[in-house]
């Protein structure tokens, strides 16, 4: 299955994070802890270069608990900064905010020497479309944020937002990139659902996934739709199976496959069959 997913804002979310990095103190990029790669816009690092940054892997709840500690592992042996978190959950301020002074602590550490401790610190929150980034943002700043105008960034469409305890944060419009260079690239974003649904062949989607999830986490398959011994079947042969079960059953009865396709993307993005993740550092 090919996906390929221009979206025309790219350019100019690009040039603005270019125009508001040199203001900024520390990237905060979201990803999704399902697909920690595919998640992350390759194009992104070349933007920051050597601005430091740490890595948020949100909706950490829907991960496979135990891919994500291979994950853990994975990006302590790399020093990567990285934080898995879920944007819901009203306790990630401290996680976060560690995460972000760890990252910060030489800069941190001159400002205390030049007597600038009470600088803010100002944090911009870069991620793909439909990472969680908004919930994520509004869990950090809370009801009582507060827009500061006359600032760079302001004119551009944005604003920075004051948190609580000396820090900024400036949002930025999720950028997916022009070209994905694998097939399961695009096909583990359409699974998470950060390709639009509109564009994407939904039978075909759905079939590719029982095929991931038979290879993978068959005993989930067996457990919601009672299909017995699910790697013995191919991916559509698997999707019928799933209309089957359901009693999805058009004129003439045959298997209403494509209710059946809705039915295991909506499940499968919704934790029905238990926490899932796509991509493992084993297999990468």
Same mark, same amino acid.
């Given at each position: 299955?090919?996906?390929?997913?221009?979206?025309?804002?790219?350019?100019? $979310?690009?040039?603005? @994070?270019?125009?508001?990095?040199?203001?900024?103190?520390?990237?905060?990029?979201?990803?999704?802890?399902? #697909?920690?790669?595919?998640? /992350?816009?390759?194009?992104?690092?070349? =933007?920051?270069?050597?601005?430091?940054?740490?890595?948020?892997?949100?909706?950490?709840?829907?991960?496979?608990?135990? #891919?994500?500690?291979?994950?853990?592992?994975?990006?302590?042996?790399?020093?990567?900064?990285?934080?898995?978190?879920?944007?819901?959950?009203?306790?990630?301020? +401290?996680?976060?905010?560690?995460?972000?002074?760890?990252?910060?602590?030489?800069?941190?550490?001159?400002?205390?020497?030049?007597?600038?401790?009470?600088?803010?610190?100002?944090?911009?929150? $870069?991620?793909?479309?439909?990472?969680?980034?908004?919930?994520?943002?509004?869990?950090?700043?809370?009801?009582?944020?507060?827009? $500061?105008?006359?600032?760079?960034?302001?004119?551009?469409?944005?604003?920075?937002?004051? =948190?609580?305890?000396?820090?900024?944060?400036?949002?930025?419009?999720?950028?997916?990139?022009?070209?994905?260079?694998?097939?399961?690239?695009?096909?583990?974003?359409?699974?998470?659902?950060? #390709?639009?649904?509109?564009?994407?062949?939904?039978?075909?989607?759905?079939?590719?996934?029982?095929?991931?999830?038979?290879? +993978?986490?068959?005993?989930?398959?067996?457990?919601?739709?009672?299909?017995?011994? %699910?790697?013995?079947?191919?991916?559509?042969?698997?999707?019928?199976?799933?209309?089957?079960? /359901?009693?999805? #059953?058009?004129?003439?009865?045959?298997?209403?496959?494509?209710?059946?396709?809705?039915?295991?993307?909506?499940?499968? /993005?919704?934790?029905?069959?238990?926490? @899932?993740?796509?991509?493992? %550092?084993?297999?990468?």
């Amino acid at each position: 299955m090919q996906i390929q997913w221009f979206p025309g804002h790219m350019a100019k $979310t690009a040039r603005l @994070i270019s125009e508001n990095l040199k203001l900024t103190d520390v990237v905060v990029e979201i990803a999704d802890a399902r #697909i920690p790669v595919s998640s /992350r816009n390759p194009y992104l690092a070349k =933007l920051l270069g050597n601005k430091p940054r740490v890595l948020v892997l949100n909706k950490a709840d829907l991960a496979d608990p135990k #891919i994500s500690a291979l994950w853990k592992k994975k990006y302590a042996e790399i020093g990567q900064s990285v934080v898995f978190v879920n944007s819901r959950d009203e306790k990630i301020w +401290n996680h976060i905010i560690s995460a972000v002074e760890e990252a910060l602590k030489e800069l941190l550490l001159r400002r205390k020497e030049k007597n600038m401790v009470g600088r803010p610190i100002r944090m911009m929150i $870069t991620g793909i479309p439909n990472v969680g980034k908004s919930t994520f943002i509004n869990n950090m700043s809370g009801r009582a944020s507060a827009k $500061t105008g006359d600032r760079p960034g302001v004119t551009t469409g944005k604003q920075w937002v004051t =948190l609580r305890g000396g820090y900024e944060l400036l949002d930025t419009p999720g950028m997916l990139w022009q070209k994905f260079e694998g097939e399961n690239e695009g096909m583990h974003l359409a699974f998470t659902g950060a #390709i639009k649904d509109d564009i994407i062949d939904t039978e075909e989607l759905a079939f590719h996934m029982l095929n991931f999830l038979k290879e +993978n986490y068959p005993d989930a398959v067996t457990a919601r739709y009672g299909i017995e011994n %699910p790697g013995e079947l191919g991916g559509y042969e698997l999707l019928c199976a799933v209309a089957e079960r /359901r009693k999805f #059953i058009v004129s003439g009865g045959e298997p209403d496959t494509e209710r059946a396709a809705r039915i295991v993307i909506d499940e499968v /993005r919704g934790a029905k069959l238990g926490r @899932i993740s796509f991509e493992s %550092p084993e297999n990468l």
